[in-house]
C-alpha cells in the first residue's frame, strides 16, 4: 500500500472517530433530557395516584385574593404573549373572569394563576395557545376550556397523553373550584 493510501485510511478513521465522538455527546445530552422528561412524569403520575387514592394532594390552596397580592403585576403580559394576541383571529367570546387556574410547578408548589377571560381559550404546548406549558408531555393543541349557561368545560382535544381530572382520565369534565388538572406532567388547580 502506497504512502498516500496509508494517510487517507488514516484520516478516514480519524474522521469516523470524530464522528462517533459527537454521537456519544448528543445521546448523552439527549438521555440526560429524557431523564429529566421521565422524573418530571413519574413525578405527576405519582400525584394522580394520591389524589385519586386520598382526594388531597398534601398543598394548601390559594384563594385568588391572596395571590393577586402576592403577585406584583399579574396583568403585564411579556412580548411573546402580546404577540400572540395580536395574531389571533377574532373567534372568541370575551367574559368577565369568573374562574381560573392555578397552575403548580414540579415540586407542588403555586407558580401562577391565570384567568379564563375569553372562550375558547386553548391550552397546550404550542405556541399559540392561550396557556403555553413548557412540558413536551403535553400536545402541541392538548385541550380547550368553553362556556355554556355559564357553566365552564373542559374538552381533550385527542392528546396522546390524556387529560385527568382529579386522577381520572377525562375526554371532557365539568369544572369545579377545587379540581385538580394533570396535563401530561402539569398540574393545574381550578379557582373560581
Not at 8 to 30: P, T
Not at 110 to 139: C, E, K, Q, T, Y
Amino acid at each position: 500500500m502506497s504512502i498516500i493510501s496509508q494517510a487517507a485510511v488514516i484520516l478516514l478513521i480519524l474522521f469516523m472517530i470524530s464522528i462517533l465522538i459527537r454521537s456519544n455527546h448528543e445521546l448523552d445530552e439527549a438521555a440526560v433530557g429524557g431523564e429529566h422528561f421521565v422524573d418530571s412524569w413519574a413525578i405527576a403520575q405519582a400525584k394522580k395516584e394520591e389524589y385519586q387514592l386520598t382526594g388531597k394532594t398534601g398543598e394548601e390552596e390559594m384563594d385568588f385574593a391572596d395571590r393577586e397580592e402576592e403577585e406584583d403585576d399579574r396583568a403585564s403580559y411579556d412580548q411573546e404573549e402580546e404577540e400572540a394576541e395580536e395574531e389571533k383571529v377574532p373567534m372568541t367570546r370575551t367574559l368577565e373572569p369568573e374562574i381560573g387556574f392555578l397552575l403548580l410547578d414540579e415540586e407542588g408548589h403555586p407558580d401562577r394563576s391565570v384567568m379564563i377571560d375569553h372562550v375558547p381559550f386553548s391550552i397546550g404546548h404550542g405556541s399559540g395557545n392561550d396557556l403555553v406549558l413548557d412540558d413536551l408531555s403535553v400536545a402541541r393543541n392538548h385541550c380547550i376550556i368553553d362556556e355554556a349557561e355559564g357553566k365552564y368545560y373542559l374538552n381533550d382535544l385527542g392528546s396522546g397523553t390524556g387529560t385527568y381530572v382529579d386522577g381520572k382520565r377525562t375526554d371532557n369534565a365539568l369544572l369545579e373550584r377545587g379540581m385538580h388538572i394533570f396535563l401530561g406532567a402539569s398540574e393545574l388547580i381550578v379557582e373560581r
